[in-house]
């Protein structure tokens, strides 16, 4: 398969990217503030995005500096002849500036040329963005899709030396359909100074604003950090012409959070309840991401986003739901809880693609300790004893059975949140545990965070790291080898599915191929 047979051709993605080079305010407020008879022209401020696509559209995200309709144009061409033109919602400060409207009525598997604008109060209308996204085809076709996650992280933000987090750049070159966010989008609980000395002296440079200068806790500072990130041309240019499926994990609230937490005392949080940050954090992150909660099952995150007769994507929330990281529940820990738990089941079951993504935001077997705590505690599922199902493990168990009794076909999972990239095959002939048939899991990232690794294994699904690639040191910056993204491709005919774990410039650094499932 070449670049060409993905849709967006590279001449398209260079004019597109070309558009988003002016850079973005790096906080511009929405107000309702100006001269009553003279108002400016409204402003695009951190570009746009492109988020769950569907067969017949999807949604277009934007964000205004002053109260402004959203205004959206499609067309088949860049030249914009017979245009659609989609009315979205007026754009205000109570929402940050940001809206959202769904496209719809598109032809199925075609590109789809967009032009944002605004309108103001006034009539006055803002400098037009461009993109490109492909709406889901409805027969078997090629599919090009990439995850990871973990974005300024450790103190890592954008580097002016190096053009910014050019990862993005390096990702839409190789012109994927879809982007699966895993989650830790921002690092609200990691501030950035301007630079960083390096253990071999080596100096970090940050570009800063005020949001990013502190541990974010009210509502303007969780938005500051999204606002930050988008301030980087290279995001802003992958954001236009890649639908993107976003899933949230601990960052986007403080490390390692669950319901009924409190912030450790020596973070010197003056608000350390978790439930408070979280809430502050859940309505910055639907505000700045390109999603609908109402077109989620639970009207917040967790969602199947069907893409043609090959693929359907389960989008997890290990978080929200999760039990306290520091108590082993038995036969009842939630990792899942009931509800996405019965969704999740019922949903592989009663699947029609020959491919069946998982989406989820936590490993399934890496150990992944909460330092946080002054006991023994546990940010995933796996909680190091090797033995039968115990804790939060008992709901992958549960879901990993149920796959194996309803004879559910072409599972794979995808993830982050370690930092470095692997893949692991889990056999029942490894495990602890043996109710369920092998199957894979990939993980990648970092972004541009600090990397670290590997994790431990934990022995009750049997896992074997087949591949891995993580630094010999913790914390190794980005100007290291160790910031990934990995690539799914799935061929129209064969229905053959590719993994690819990539390096930072796009280089494959493990490839696996699976065998579509027998119908």
């Known amino acids: ?56 559209g999807a949604l277009i995200w934007a964000r205004s500096d002053q109260p402004a309709k959203l205004i959206v144009e499609t067309a088949a061409t860049e030249s914009f002849t017979d245009a659609k033109r989609f009315t979205g919602p007026l754009l205000t400060p109570d929402a940050d500036g940001t809206g959202r409207v769904r496209v719809n009525g598109l032809p199925a598997g075609q590109q789809v040329h967009y032009r944002v604008t605004l309108e103001g109060e006034d009539g006055a209308t803002s400098e037009p963005i461009t993109g490109v996204f492909r709406t889901v085809p409805t027969g078997a076709a090629d599919i090009k899709l ?20 050019k990862i993005f750049s390096a990702m839409a070159a190789r012109d994927p359909h879809l982007f699966i966010h895993s989650g830790d989008s921002i690092y609200a609980d990691v501030p950035l100074r301007e630079s960083v000395t390096l253990p071999d002296g080596r100096i970090w440079r940050n570009i800063v604003s005020e949001a990013k200068s502190a541990v974010a ?57 978790m439930d408070t940050l979280a809430t502050r954090s859940w309505q910055a992150f639907h505000e700045w991401m390109p999603l609908e909660p109402n077109e989620a099952v639970d009207g917040r995150l967790y969602r199947k986003i069907s893409y ?50 998982i989406a989820n935001d936590l490993p399934l077997g890496l150990v992944v300790k909460d330092g946080e705590q002054q006991v023994t505690a546990y940010e995933g599922p796996a909680n190091g004893d090797n033995g039968a199902p115990s804790g939060r493990e008992t709901e992958i168990a549960q879901v990993l059975s149920a796959i194996k009794a309803n004879k559910v ?25 043996t109710d369920f048939d092998e199957f894979w899991e990939f993980v990648s990232g970092p972004l541009n965070a600090g990397a670290f690794g590997p994790n431990p294994l934990d ?16 914390n190794a910056s980005p100007l290291d080898s160790y910031q990934h993204f990995g690539e799914v491709l799935i061929d129209g005919k064969s229905r053959e599915l590719t993994v690819n774990l990539c390096d930072a410039t796009g280089s494959v650094l493990f490839s696996q191929r699976l065998a579509p499932p027998i119908r």
């Open 459 to 474: 022995g009750t699904f049997g896992p074997e790291a087949v591949f891995v690639h993580a630094p010999t040191i913790q």
């Open 217 to 273: 806790q009210t509502l303007e500072q969780f938005r500051g950090n999204y606002a930050y990130n988008l301030t980087d041309q290279n995001y802003r240019r992958f954001n236009s012409a890649v639908a993107q499926v976003v899933q949230w994990d601990d960052h986007e609230t403080v490390n390692n959070w669950y319901h009924g937490g409190l912030v450790a005392e020596t973070k010197g949080y003056t608000e350390r309840s």
């Open 308 to 357: 043609g007769p090959l693929l359907d994507i389960f989008v997890l929330d290990m978080r929200t739901y999760k039990d306290t990281n520091d108590i082993d529940n038995g036969p009842n820990g939630r990792i899942f809880g009931p509800e996405q738990t019965k969704w999740l089941i019922e949903g592989l079951r009663d699947a029609k693609a020959t491919w069946k993504i």
């Open 409 to 433: 076909g072409g599972v794979v999972w995808l993830t982050a949140d370690v930092h470095y990239t692997a893949a692991h095959h889990y056999a029942p002939e490894r495990a602890a545990f």
């Open 146 to 165: 990439q995850w990871s996650g973990d974005v300024v992280g450790q103190g890592y933000g954008i580097n002016p030396e190096l053009g910014g987090m």
């Open 1 to 56: 398969m070449t670049g060409s047979d993905f849709g967006i051709s590279r001449r398209t993605l260079l004019r597109t990217s070309a558009l988003g080079l002016v850079a973005a305010p790096a906080l511009a407020a929405c107000s309702n503030d100006g001269p009553a008879l003279v108002r400016r022209r409204p402003n695009l401020t951190h570009g746009v995005a492109v988020g769950d696509p569907r067969t017949d």
